[in-house]
């Protein structure tokens, strides 16, 4: 460390962004338009002692650059940049703070929120605050990435066959006493034997990770002493979470998210990482200078047109990354190109992904950053899911999103609760129910221009984001008061939970009709046309206590309790996800519902005696009960029958001419029937059931 506190910093090359070791010495580079000089700051081993302090020269294209020879692996290190201090102007340079390199693979220290860490006196925020917090600020390590990945490959499972699996990392694992008490609540945990046989034996394809990026947690939650549990906060776009890690068989925490990887990989299930590039964890004007701000405010941010002190807000946390800067959407690229390349995902699910696309004047489906993605050779291959709404100015872009990207479908969640909770006003009708069912044809099947398959709508009941499924059939309002906001957050649900009672119970009828109910919704999800997407514990029958919103409880709220599994009902999802891989009801293409040259129509629709339905049927609320017999299946050979009754009474469905056998009836409670004949077939309340033509001999 003395020869690097002497060293003379050589030019260097302004690519690639960060640190980068070639294996005689480091390159650095970092961006910022406005800074009119940048320290590269060197700290000994703990991090606590500035050791050198090296001014860049050298600056090309907006890049500041420069080389250290000799310098190895594992040098701590971090970036001041001089500049102005003019808020009103966006320019919030202060060289007193140190921050982080927004390329670093890893990060250390223990962030706390101290006074000393905002570019500004908290007490008087005009003026910039002088205290140098160098020895309590993150630092990035620089690593060398190298990584035995064996013979591990991506298994890239056609969009048809694929069914998400959206899980935190820690909840998963971390109250399985099948998984050793070290490796709970961790990547090891995840990736340890039990947690990989109940994925595998549930039957879904892809696991979608709640964020594993390196966050912070906002002040306002430590303050009360809780946590921003999901990590939807980032701060390093290429640094795995330490918190997710066990720190038992890998040395770092990069290195036991790619043994993770490679083994979900080993059992044919794919990755994908749920990415948060909307904002950072440097919150509004009122945050602090942890890195971006203090690299170049007024380029990483969009500012507020007419008060450049302020931020645009789009995503609800504070600030918003300006895609529309190059630089800014070359580190959202490379972060994604970083995690396919080198930590071997799948694919992702961008939160609140109309940011992403926003220009001068809203969303822009042709916009820079889709074309971007189109057109890379790595991230082209992988899967793409958005989440197609953010809360700016036309930020509801559902179905607007180009070919190629997958969508949550909340139009789905919300049609689905509604006819079989009657939790909408007005209800929802048949009319709901079979546009959802069938691919969503009002989004997807546009005929302005080119269409785009079923499969790119994510339909899903539940997800992370509200009640799990046992307590959306268990709650009619939210109970959200451990979250410390006198119970105002989350979702505004309203619901009905059709079962009469709120809450625990004893009562075996409601307990029963709850099940019924989890099933039906269950069914639905999986068998429709499109992606379904399950959310981890569901299966089980998780419950969070009614609680919609706990995206701050790191306790046994949000933890699976795998003691409590409901064994049945995981039989029972089973079932319903081997009928999906065996047959696909419903395939991978559009129905027309009109008959061809070669026989009946490929979909047709009927009411419980048989008859199709009339143009007024399909919107009466008053009789739910809906038949859909399925012509031409994805996989099966011979044609199906869908008898979906969401009422409270029992209902004889007479069935088309012919001898038909049950495959699947929700009434029961692992799905299972043996029921065969031809007339009618006894569909029982809250019930859904696929039927089959019985085989000849």
Not at 383 to 400: H, S, V
Request: with cysteine; proline share 7%; hydrophobic share 40%.
């Amino acid at each position: 460390m003395d020869r690097l506190n002497t060293a003379t910093l050589q030019a260097g090359h302004p690519w690639p962004m960060g640190a980068s070791w070639d294996g005689h010495g480091i390159n650095f580079a970092v961006f910022s338009v406005h800074a009119q000089a940048m320290d590269l700051c060197l700290f000994d081993a703990a991090g606590s002692v500035e050791v050198a302090r090296l001014r860049l020269t050298a600056h090309t294209n907006d890049v500041w650059h420069g080389y250290l020879p000799g310098a190895r692996p594992g040098l701590l290190y971090g970036w001041r940049a001089h500049g102005l201090w003019q808020p009103d102007q966006g320019h919030r340079f202060n060289p007193h703070k140190l921050l982080l390199d927004p390329y670093a693979r890893d990060i250390v220290g223990t962030y706390a929120w101290n006074d000393e860490h905002f570019g500004f006196d908290r007490q008087q925020p005009a003026q910039m605050d002088p205290r140098d917090n160098a020895v309590t600020a993150l630092k990035t390590r620089v690593v060398d990435d190298h990584f035995d990945w064996g013979d591990d490959r991506p298994p890239h499972i056609p969009i048809a066959d694929t069914v998400l699996y959206e899980l935190h990392v820690k909840g998963f694992s971390k109250s399985n006493p099948n998984v050793p008490a070290a490796l709970r609540g961790t990547y090891d945990g995840l990736a340890h034997p039990a947690s990989l046989a109940h994925i595998k034996a549930l039957g879904v394809t892809t696991l979608s990770l709640l964020p594993v990026h390196y966050a912070v947690n906002e002040e306002r939650l430590v303050e009360k002493g809780l946590c921003n549990y999901w990590g939807y906060n980032t701060l390093g776009f290429f640094a795995t979470s330490p918190a997710l890690a066990s720190h038992q068989h890998w040395s770092t925490a990069r290195d036991e998210f790619r043994a993770m990887v490679k083994a979900i990989h080993a059992q044919g299930l794919e990755v994908l990482l749920d990415v948060v590039f909307n904002h950072t964890a440097e919150s509004d004007e009122l945050g602090p200078n942890l890195s971006f701000r203090g690299l170049d405010n007024a380029s990483y941010y969009r500012l507020l047109p007419g008060n450049r002190a302020l931020y645009e807000n789009f995503s609800g946390c504070g600030n918003t990354l300006d895609i529309r800067q190059p630089r800014v959407l070359q580190l959202v690229l490379d972060s994604l190109r970083y995690w396919v390349s080198d930590m071997h995902v799948d694919g992702f699910r961008f939160d609140l992904a109309p940011v992403l696309s926003r220009g001068d004047h809203g969303f822009e489906r042709g916009g820079a950053f889709f074309t971007a993605i189109a057109q890379d050779p790595i991230l082209s291959r992988t899967k793409l899911i958005a989440e197609p709404w953010d809360i700016g100015p036309g930020g509801y872009q559902l179905g607007a999103f180009p070919h190629g990207w997958m969508e949550w479908n909340d139009r789905f969640r919300d049609a689905m609760r509604g006819y079989w909770l009657h939790s909408a006003q007005p209800p929802r009708t048949r009319g709901d129910f079979a546009l959802r069912l069938c691919g969503s044809s009002d989004l997807y099947q546009h005929r302005q221009r080119r269409q785009r398959p079923p499969a790119e709508s994510v339909n899903y009941v539940v997800s992370h984001d509200g009640f799990t499924l046992t307590d959306l059939v268990s709650y009619n309002v939210r109970h959200n008061e451990a979250n410390g906001e006198h119970n105002a957050d989350g979702h505004a649900d309203n619901l009905s939970n059709n079962c009469g009672v709120e809450g625990p119970t004893e009562d075996s009828a409601i307990l029963a009709l709850r099940s019924r109910l989890q099933r039906a919704l269950l069914a639905t999800t999986l068998l429709a046309q499109g992606t379904p997407m399950l959310c981890a514990g569901d299966e089980m029958g998780h419950s969070q206590g009614g609680n919609n919103n706990p995206y701050c409880q790191d306790n046994a709220t949000t933890w699976i309790n795998w003691t409590l599994a409901d064994q049945t009902l995981i039989a029972f999802t089973a079932r319903v996800l081997r009928l999906r891989h065996q047959l696909l009801p419903l395939g991978h293409q559009w129905y027309s519902g009109l008959p061809t040259a070669r026989g009946p129509a490929d979909l047709a629709w009927m009411g419980a005696s048989g008859e199709s339905l009339q143009v007024q049927s399909w919107n009466d609320p008053s009789d739910g009960v809906l038949g859909c017999l399925i012509g031409k299946p994805g996989r099966a050979t011979t044609p199906l029958l869908l008898l979906v009754n969401p009422d409270s009474r029992d209902c004889p469905f007479a069935l088309p001419p012919g001898p038909w056998q049950a495959l699947l009836d929700t009434a029961h409670p692992q799905g299972e029937t043996d029921w065969q004949g031809e007339g009618h077939f006894p569909l029982q309340a809250h019930s859904l059931a696929l039927l089959a033509v019985c085989p000849t001999d």
